[in-house]
T-cell receptor, first 111, second 115 residues
Framework: KQEVTQIPAALSVPEGENLVLNCSFTDSAIYNLQWFRQDPGKGLTSLLLIQSSQREQTSGRLNASLDKSSGRSTLYIAASQPGDSATYLCAVHYGNNRLAFGKGNQVVVIP | ETGVTQTPRHLVMGMTNKKSLKCEQHLGHNAMYWYKQSAKKPLELMFVYSLEERVENNSVPSRFSPECPNSSHLFLHLHTLQPEDSALYLC??????????????FGSGTRLTVV
């Protein structure tokens, strides 16, 4: 069974600092990995999708890397803003219609 | 409307009630999912429909009954729920069994409270 771990569970940073969020998974046989953002009581918003053949994806201030062999992904958010405060979820697609989630990184950006 | 739409946004029901959650996707995807999100737990997959056929039933109690009348609509029928069923219920859709090139798209969820 695929297990996904996200560290740290929660973090607070001052505005302007770069954010580094880590995700690890136990089975390297994955199709892709997807990072989501979730605001309190809301649904999930897709941020980045990395296919298993790719090493990284970028969108604006966001960059996600994937090291499949070591079972790791990192989400970088450059120059954090208060609006980046949310929970960030890592999800690993490891089989037909199977997506395993971590518990999330809860981020607070302090103005 | 675009994306994945869920109704209602909030639902409070007694343990003897029967209610339904609705999900509609406008993306042309061929797979739809129900997830449960409880506090301090990872998202739990409940049901998967691919090409309108149920392909996954993740040991979910029979008081939850899914229905997929077509590739754009998904329902979750609820009856005789327990207080521990209170959670955020999320619907998602994707193209293909591995998520395609865009991955999964989620709705805004239904916050369910069982009293």
């Amino acid at each position: 069974k695929q297990e996904v771990t996200q560290i740290p569970a929660a973090l607070s940073v001052p505005e302007g600092e770069n954010l580094v969020l880590n995700c690890s998974f136990t089975d390297s046989a994955i199709y892709n990995l997807q990072w989501f953002r979730q605001d309190p009581g809301k649904g999930l918003t897709s941020l980045l999708l990395i296919q298993s053949s790719q090493r990284e994806q970028t969108s604006g201030r966001l960059n996600a890397s994937l090291d499949k062999s070591s079972g790791r992904s990192t989400l970088y958010i450059a120059a954090s803003q208060p609006g980046d405060s949310a929970t960030y979820l890592c999800a690993v697609h490891y089989g037909n219609n199977r997506l395993a989630f971590g518990k999330g990184n809860q981020v607070v950006v302090i103005p | 409307e675009t994306g994945v739409t869920q109704t209602p946004r909030h639902l409070v029901m007694g343990m003897t009630n029967k209610k339904s959650l609705k999900c509609e996707q406008h993306l042309g995807h061929n797979a739809m999912y129900w997830y449960k999100q409880s506090a301090k737990k990872p998202l739990e997959l409940m049901f998967v429909y691919s090409l309108e056929e149920r392909v996954e039933n993740n040991s979910v109690p029979s008081r939850f009954s899914p229905e997929c009348p077509n590739s754009s609509h998904l329902f979750l029928h609820l009856h005789t729920l327990q207080p521990e069923d209170s959670a955020l219920y999320l619907c998602a859709s994707s193209q293909g069994a591995t998520g395609g090139i865009l991955g999964y798209t989620f709705g805004s969820g239904t916050r369910l409270t069982v009293v």
